[in-house]
């Protein structure tokens, strides 16, 4: 593992280069594109009940929008303020006073509302309760809360319980605290939502790498030759990026993005806090390479199949030094021909040849990927693929150079390093070794069986009674599974059947007003910023910040949710109460110095400002990997089944103007489109006679969506649609092969939404489904 250390923050080039510049038109006057300002003091007047403390927040506290790790209005990869209109929108949840009691008084009222309205209520104001046929939520104490709570666990076999965790601004001591009770109480059905969007990530940096995290830093993307984006539109889900993408293009880096869609934030973007880029924004992509919805491992299968029938392309001394299945490879991708790849990948031999050739060019690169890769069934090998890469030319373990899968959330990187995942325990896999070296720091035995995964948690509600894994209490801290899940309707279906549903969290949604067998119990939970004795988030490179408690309004009943989880424990089993007590959030951090080695410092991190980066700069410095051999393995990896007919289109899910579920806008200020517009190729619109702004229907086995035609820059037999609205359109008990995690991709048919609805057969839509032999399993 990478021992070098961090050296502090690039001094910026705000020199002007008007060679970059998108527009010559000051501050984007008619291009599509954020207006930061209005946002900024749109921001402002939320939050005008509480100014003084929005400010505190943004100058003291870690940032608890995406996982760049922003301490204050600073980072450690550039100088300068650092802000982004996503942190800003977040605010409003951690400064908004209580909502009124009046909202508690009828149920069908909240409902009524989506989830953006609910959030505009307020803060959760204390304990609730509701029970089936009521129409109202019962106010109750702590106590009783919480007894009830325990006394349900207590009636349960440990395996019909299971623990959910979101990434809503929580803090390493809640997922080692959580972690923790979990095993405790005699399960090992717990999730997190960083494992949902990169669990494959880690499966395959381990099995390629021995690492699970990214192996560089954000300040290797500045001055590196090539930066590639893998299915990641940076500049959309961590703004802050584009100020990195900024300083690499003046210092020469080539942007390279590979995706089914021409992003136009990738390709434009207008920086604010940078007086050139905000004027004339920026040109961040040199190019784009537009494969198939699921067609990276073919395009990637051609890169290697080109270097290997190329001179210099491949770095054959760190290859016989640093790497084991070369020849393996060879042999694979040589059975390839190029039709194939080309027809999977949707790229012509020729421009796989071009990425082939820029990268054998350059002495160094960084890949970052994201959802696009990983939530596919393949989505491990797709990780795999870009990892080859990096190996076979040597960008591993040095300075610019390395891979990246960048989090989307504050803080989730250490969510799984924490142990709140049903495949690690802290500091390493579920496996003997680890188990026996946690059960002595701990205490108590911990259970040897798997635990599910979230959507397998979902899909056993509804399993018949008696079977052991019926799960019938589900405690979450924070998170929607109406809006997050595939198949809504089917996740409404079992939310309903569970006997016991707890939400902790500080705000309603929609799914907190969904009915229970039993009981509904809502738990007010604190904000990073209350936490008591503070807390800390892990950041994508794996920077470990204090974030400080910060003074201002409290919600009076609200309450710390590590603390939360150890008084419900202590209920349980009183009797070993000892064994989980913390009395505050500095004992859980010299905890977890000692639970994950690799953490070795948290325990010293006490003001703003602390942190530390676990690891070094690099993982696999000098190419030396933490595997059994010390190698990085090379795997020959098979083309996916694409399974696509004529007629029907590959569709992905796209995020804009929202942050997870929370929509901010009913407007996607990249391109404009409507939160039920579908993104399709003007080409493929025109050969089905739909006009742009049309009315369209796209279905297939799982589901039907109505929205309305938006031409748009994406790869010819693709289509993309906004998440969550699209989320009925995928299939539900589709899983990642090695990781777990639900499919968030499918085939379906389009069609103009009149013609569909003039089909007097019911069963039309199933008939032309079976036309097409469709079949997305």
């Not at 070098?4 to 599509?32: E, F």
């Not at 982004?84 to 977040?90: F, H, I």
């Not at 894994?469 to 998170?479: A, F």
């Not at 309707?489 to 799914?511: M, P």
Request: net charge neutral; hydrophobic share 35%.
């Amino acid at each position: 593992m990478g021992k070098t250390k961090h050296t502090g923050p690039i001094k910026l080039n705000q020199r002007p280069q008007p060679s970059l510049w998108a527009s010559l038109l000051p501050m984007g006057v008619g291009k599509i594109k954020p207006h930061h300002l209005r946002d900024t003091l749109k921001v402002m007047l939320e939050n005008k009940d509480q100014l003084a403390y929005a400010y505190r927040i943004l100058t003291q506290g870690v940032c608890d929008g995406c996982a760049l790790g922003v301490s204050g209005l600073h980072d450690q990869t550039l100088t300068g303020p650092h802000l982004c209109t996503t942190r800003l929108n977040v605010l409003r949840l951690n400064t908004m006073p209580a909502m009124d009691p009046k909202w508690l008084e009828d149920v069908e009222e909240l409902r009524k509302m989506d989830s953006t309205e609910l959030r505009k209520l307020g803060r959760i104001p204390y304990p609730l309760s509701r029970k089936p046929g009521e129409k109202k939520f019962t106010r109750i104490s702590w106590n009783e809360a919480l007894e009830r709570i325990a006394r349900k666990i207590r009636s349960l076999d440990p395996k019909q319980i299971a623990f959910y965790l979101t990434a809503r601004g929580i803090t390493n001591e809640v997922y080692y605290t959580a972690a923790k009770v979990a095993r405790f109480l005699g399960t090992n059905n717990i999730d997190n939502a960083s494992r949902i969007c990169h669990s494959p990530s880690k499966t395959a940096l381990k099995r390629s790498l021995g690492i699970g995290a990214s192996s560089c830093s954000y300040k290797d993307w500045i001055g590196t030759d090539v930066l590639v984006f893998w299915g990641s539109v940076a500049a959309n889900n961590q703004p802050v990026s584009t100020k990195y993408m900024y300083a690499a293009k003046k210092a020469g880096t080539k942007i390279i993005v590979v995706n089914p869609y021409r992003e136009p934030a990738m390709e434009n973007y207008w920086i604010p806090s940078i007086w050139e880029s905000a004027l004339f924004g920026t040109k961040i992509a040199d190019d784009f390479y537009q494969v198939h919805i699921g067609g990276d491992i073919a395009f990637i299968n051609g890169v290697i199949k080109h270097w290997f029938e190329m001179e210099d392309a491949i770095n054959w001394e760190f290859v016989s030094k640093h790497t084991n299945g070369v020849d393996e490879l060879r042999s694979h991708v040589a059975k390839y021909d190029w039709q194939t790849l080309e027809q999977s990948s949707g790229l012509s031999k020729e421009r796989m040849y071009e990425f082939a050739r820029l990268l054998a060019n350059a002495k160094s690169a960084v890949f970052v990927w994201s959802m696009g890769l990983t939530q596919h069934r393949f989505g491990t090998d797709n990780v795999s693929q870009v990892v080859n890469l990096a190996l076979l030319r040597g960008f591993i373990g040095r300075e610019h150079c390395g891979v990246m899968p960048i989090r989307g959330h504050s803080g989730v990187q250490g969510s799984g390093e924490m142990g709140a995942d049903p495949f690690v325990l802290p500091g390493g896999e579920f496996d003997e070794e680890n188990i026996t070296r946690l059960e002595q720091i701990w205490g108590f035995p911990i259970p040897r069986w798997q635990g599910d995964t979230i959507g397998q948690t979902i899909e056993n509600i509804l399993l018949p009674d008696g079977h052991e894994r019926k799960v019938k209490l589900l405690y979450t801290s924070g998170g929607n599974f109406l809006e997050t899940m595939p198949n809504p309707d089917f996740v409404r279906q079992a939310l309903e059947q569970l006997e016991l549903r707890v939400h902790q969290d500080i705000i309603f949604n929609t799914s907190t007003l969904l009915d229970a067998k039993e009981e509904v119990i809502i738990l007010p939970a604190m904000t990073r910023y209350e936490q008591p004795g503070g807390g800390t988030s892990t950041s994508t490179e794996r920077m470990v910040y204090f974030s400080p408690e910060i003074d201002g309004p409290r919600i009076e009943e609200a309450r710390a949710e590590w603390e939360i989880y150890v008084d419900l424990a202590s209920r349980v089993k009183p009797e070993q109460k000892h064994l989980i007590e913390f009395q505050n959030a500095q004992q859980i951090r010299d905890e977890i110095a000692v639970a994950n080695r690799n953490y070795d410092g948290i325990q010293h991190l006490r003001k703003k400002g602390d942190l530390f980066q676990w690891g070094g700069a690099w993982l696999c410095e000098g190419g030396i990997c933490p595997t059994p051999d010390g190698r990085g393995n090379l795997i020959p990896i098979e083309l996916p089944e694409l399974r696509k007919t004529e007629g029907s289109f590959f569709v992905t899910t796209r995020r804009g103007k929202q942050f997870n579920s929370m929509v901010y806008s009913e407007k996607d200020p990249f391109n404009n489109a409507d939160r039920y517009d579908i993104l399709l190729n003007e080409e493929d619109a025109k050969s089905l006679h739909i006009r742009d702004g049309e009315p369209i229907v796209v279905y297939n086995r799982h589901g039907m969506m109505q929205g309305s035609a938006k031409y748009a820059d994406v790869k010819r037999g693709n289509i993309a649609v906004y998440w969550p609205e699209g989320n009925v359109l995928i299939p539900k008990g589709v899983y990642e092969t090695y990781a777990h995690i639900p499919e968030y991709n499918t085939v379906a048919i389009v069609e103009k939404a009149e013609h569909y609805h003039a089909q007097k057969d019911q069963n039309y839509a199933e008939k032309r489904i079976e036309e097409l032999e469709l079949n997305v399993e």
